[in-house]
């Protein structure tokens, strides 16, 4: 009875029945704090550095007329993304990226799926077949470029040769050198140069998939065909989904092997977003305009993998996130 007309303070500080009291939780320590600091700190600053800085440099460029010496004096505002947006030259290297986009995937997707579905069975030499698939991945895009440029010459490239000694002649002014089929010789090259990271990939995905599976459908009689279709390519989706979206990355952004190939030519037929702001920047000094084109090329490819997480990648971590047995 005492106890209860204690006041409410000295119950609150008097020890419960079973010891002392429990002491409170406290947040993270300073130790903690300087231990996150230190593994994090180094990260973050070259990210800073290397990609938040260098964005905000090229958002203060594009809406300046600089030729890139002197002073940021003359601000044009959104004038330059005017001018940008407003270049067919630009629009077309748009065009010519969002089909570059495409066709890797068409392309490279079935052909790279294919590929790994055979290296993935056991076969004599198949350690050498998977090497000589994956070496154009990690030769340099420069010696690829310029292998690829000898073979393509008119009349005196080894393609042309080939056709000559079966009786038919390549075009007048090369494979290169045609409107019409420069842009497709650039994706040609593209995909010998990047479907060994498809096949590499595919494979390491295939090597996830429960061997107890295949028995099982070998047990009831399913068809190759059959396995591959209801199995192992369900269970390669997220595999397939994120090369995808590596290709898609990769693709708005190349530079290298059209610019070493084409230099964006003929007639501008294999111009990009990345060799159009080179060509105004280095060549016309209109740093400026190369700078406003390189932030359009960032946005697109921003906007584009945010709603390919959003609406592709993210049914990958809706199913992480289901327990087993459970329906969403």
């Known amino acids: 009875m005492t106890d209860l007309l204690a ?3 000295d119950r609150a500080e008097a020890p419960s029945a079973a010891g002392s009291p429990r002491p409170r939780r406290r ?5 903690t704090a300087l231990e996150v600091l230190f593994f994090v700190g180094p990260a ?11 964005i905000v440099k090229a958002v203060q460029f594009s809406v300046y007329r ?37 066709f890797s995937i068409l392309i490279q997707l079935p052909l790279g799926l294919a590929v790994a ?43 042309d040769g080939l056709l000559s000694a079966v009786g038919l ?9 045609t409107p019409e089929l420069a842009l497709p010789a650039v994706i040609v090259v593209l995909t010998w140069k990047y479907l060994g990271l498809a ?32 199995i192992t390519i369900p269970l390669l989706g997220p595999t397939l989904r994120t090369w995808a979206f590596l290709s898609m990355i990769g693709s708005l952004q190349v530079f290298d092997m059209v610019w070493i190939l084409t230099g964006g030519g003929p007639a501008n037929a294999t111009t990009t977003m990345a060799t159009f702001l080179i060509n105004e920047g280095t060549k016309r000094q209109n740093y400026g305009i190369a700078a406003a084109a390189s932030v359009v090329l960032f946005v697109v490819a921003l906007i584009m993998a945010l709603a390919y997480q959003r609406f592709i990648l993210r049914r990958d971590t809706l199913d992480a996130d289901v327990p087993k047995g459970a329906s969403r």
């Open 44 to 54: 973050l600053a070259l990210f800073g550095f290397f990609v938040v800085w260098p």
């Open 7 to 9: 006041p409410a303070t």
């Open 199 to 230: 096949v590499i990939l595919f494979l390491a995905g295939l090597q996830g998939v429960p061997e107890e599976l295949y028995e099982a459908a070998e047990i009831d009689g399913a068809s190759w065909w059959q396995v591959q279709r209801r």
């Open 169 to 177: 002649e390549g075009p007048e002014e090369g494979w290169l050198g």
């Open 117 to 159: 579905l055979l290296l993935n069975r056991r076969m004599p030499g198949q350690g050498l077949l998977r090497t000589v698939i994956f070496v154009p991945y990690v030769l340099a895009e420069v010696i690829a470029g310029v292998v690829w440029f000898q073979l393509l010459q008119p009349q005196y490239g080894v393609i």
């Open 66 to 102: 600089w030729k890139g010496f002197g002073p940021l004096d003359d601000f044009v505002g959104l004038r330059n993304y005017v001018s940008v947006l407003q270049n067919e030259v630009f629009t077309d290297a748009l065009l010519h990226n969002l089909t570059i986009v495409v």
């Open 27 to 31: 947040g993270p320590g300073l130790r």
